[in-house]
């Protein structure tokens, strides 16, 4: 995999980094961009690919990104497929910082030391050259303009900018809602993108714990889960038969 061509995981950070102020937007779900990016880059490269809401390692020949190669030797440690939410979800300490890191050592952004409260060391990092940045979103901006099918990475791109909540940071105020609506709607042009970008709502969400349903298994879990109807007013409930006999052996 040559280095000729940003990665997601770079281009989402890119797109997070704010230029006035120097800091990424939603810093938090940004983390669990990050680790789903870098599934998203890992399929397009060929190494993974989709088992249902699982991941699994078809090809375990590294790519030549150290950062993507770690991601992908971990996978393949797992052994068997494993549940996209559970990667995600899972500890990802430093990975933004691993990103920038390597953004800054490409020249693409610049680290600039400040203090907070005149007292806390801080970091900001300041794009070198924003028509990067510029074409990236331009990218996102004509999908959502021409309603085209985006290229498979524009479109896993959209997917998970509007998983992590960069939408009104990109398409801010009223004057952008009809934007963010569209690139919610190009969630639907990459399975792999789309896959990713819903378990990343799922970890925000808490629902990593529970596997996604299908409509009938929502519909009998419903139906289980239904209160038993009550009484009549006045009417006693009669006990089961058999149902006292039961309570008594024990």
Do not use: F
Not at 18 to 31: H, M, V, W, Y
Not at 108 to 120: K, N
Not at 145 to 154: M, N, S
Not at 231 to 238: E, F, I, K, T
């Amino acid at each position: 995999m040559g280095r000729s061509r940003r990665t997601i995981p770079e281009e989402l950070l890119l797109l997070a980094l704010d230029p006035t102020t120097g800091t990424t937007a939603q810093p938090q779900s940004l983390d669990l961009g990050l680790a789903g990016a870098q599934l998203v880059e890992l399929a397009l490269a060929g190494r993974i690919a989709p088992d249902g809401d699982r991941i699994a390692v078809v090809v375990p020949r590294p790519t030549g990104d150290p950062t993507l190669d770690c991601a992908l030797e971990l996978l393949r440690r797992r052994g068997a497929p494993v549940r996209a939410v559970h990667w995600i979800g899972g500890p990802r300490l430093g990975l933004r910082q691993t990103y920038l890191s390597h953004l800054e050592r490409c020249g693409m952004v610049q680290a600039v030391p400040g203090q907070m409260c005149g007292v806390l060391p801080t970091t900001r990092y300041q794009a070198t050259d924003t028509a990067i940045s510029r074409e990236i979103k331009a990218r996102l901006d004509s999908a959502i303009r021409t309603g085209v099918p985006p290229d498979p990475r524009t479109a896993a791109l959209a997917a998970l900018a509007h998983a992590v909540g960069l939408g009104k940071h990109l398409y801010p105020g009223n004057e952008g809602r009809s934007s963010r609506s569209r690139l919610r709607d190009l969630i639907r042009h990459d399975p792999m993108g789309g896959l990713v970008a819903h378990a990343v709502m799922d970890v925000q969400n808490g629902a990593a714990a529970q596997p996604r349903r299908s409509p009938a298994q929502a519909g009998r879990q419903a139906t289980a889960a239904r209160p038993a109807p009550e009484p009549a007013r006045g009417v006693p409930m009669q006990p089961r038969r058999g149902s006292m006999a039961r309570v008594v052996a024990h």
